[in-house]
């Protein structure tokens, strides 16, 4: 069973992230949305530990948060897919679990 996490607070505010970095499992993905979306920066606290669990699920960001918050994808970690809404619905009904971490 797979489940589709998705974090709107900024890991700048709360450790909500981190959190769910520490419980996805092999074959989970991680949305990033919302404020969720600084947690893909480059040279964050958290960019070497999403770049190395990685290996084991997919991390994705919401597109339009990230264009809404003035962020341009050369800012972002290697490997994190830019979704639309249409994706993340897709998404939502791929996986078996939705976890929202608030």
């Known amino acids: 069973m797979s489940t589709l996490h998705t974090v709107n607070k900024s890991p700048f505010a709360t450790k909500t992230l981190l ?3 520490n419980h996805a499992s092999k074959g989970d ?3 990033l949305i919302e404020d969720g979306v600084y947690g ?3 040279g964050s606290e958290l960019a070497e530990i999403i770049t190395t669990k990685a290996k084991d699920f997919s991390v994705f960001l919401l597109a339009p948060d990230m264009k ?3 962020i341009n994808e050369d800012k972002l970690i290697e490997n994190i897919e ?3 809404y249409a994706k993340f619905v897709d998404m939502a009904a791929k996986h078996d679990l939705n976890q929202a971490w608030l």
């Open 19 to 21: 959190s769910c970095l």
């Open 29 to 31: 993905s991680i949305l």
């Open 40 to 42: 893909a920066l480059k």
């Open 68 to 70: 809404a918050r003035g």
């Open 82 to 84: 830019l979704v639309d």
